[in-house]
T-cell receptor
């Protein structure tokens, strides 16, 4: 597509429920990243996918968080047993190569856990 | 580890004023440096970049020069407009990972 597409744009969920956030990167971009933007924490790196290589999961805050990327394209970020501190905007980005010329970000999914 | 420090906001300016947002970094190796902008209700957009020392990135009247000796990448614009009201993020890329500053909110009044 023309840009990075994320869905849903907004999600309200009850504490303890599982949520799935979707990211559709720019066609042809081999690298895909998830970041979290929250008040007081700024922008935090979560996970990085590059082609068929093993992802860098070093930024995932707990084992309740997981992500997968199917067919080298669409990615899903899953948060199990959501907590209120998971409330944030989850941003997806994609790039050619390793982002030497910058990443293209999606508009994000605003997650609110009540 | 890598880190980026940028001046805290919020910054409020009048139209046609000069804008500077300071950014300094700590990193190993030779990172690339970026400024991203987030307009109200929109996603992050790449504003400008510099990939090596003494490079100057520029876009939409904004400029920033990669200063290795002072580990800085300050953002400047000579005459701001109301449409420049946004949150500005300084970032560095080392290997494949972007590290961001906390962001500076800029409001330009007519």
């Amino acid at each position: 597509g023309a840009g990075v597409s994320q869905s849903p744009s907004n999600k309200v969920t009850e504490k303890g429920k599982d949520v799935e956030l979707r990211c559709d990167p720019i066609s042809g971009h081999t690298a895909l990243y998830w970041y979290r933007q929250s008040l007081g924490q700024g922008l935090e790196f979560l996970i990085y996918f590059q082609g068929n290589s093993a992802p860098d999961k070093s930024g995932l805050p707990s084992d309740r968080f997981s992500a997968e990327r199917t067919g080298g394209s669409v990615s899903t970020l899953t948060i199990q047993r959501t907590q209120q501190e998971d409330s944030a905007v989850y941003l997806c980005a994609s790039s050619l190569g390793q982002g030497e010329n910058g990443y293209t970000f999606g508009s994000g999914t605003r997650l609110t856990v009540v | 580890g890598d880190s980026v420090t940028q001046m805290e906001g919020p910054v409020t300016l009048s139209e046609e004023a000069f804008l500077t947002i300071n950014c300094t970094y700590t990193a190993t190796g030779y990172p690339s440096l970026f400024w991203y902008v987030q307009y109200p209700g929109e996603g992050l957009q790449l504003l400008l970049k510099a990939t090596k020392a003494d490079d100057k990135g520029s876009n939409k009247g904004f400029e920033a020069t990669y200063r290795k000796e002072t580990t800085s990448f300050h953002l400047e614009k000579g005459s701001v407009q109301v449409s420049d009201s946004a949150v500005y993020f300084c970032a560095l890329r080392n290997d494949y990972k972007l590290s961001f500053g906390a962001g500076t909110t800029v409001t330009v009044r007519a």
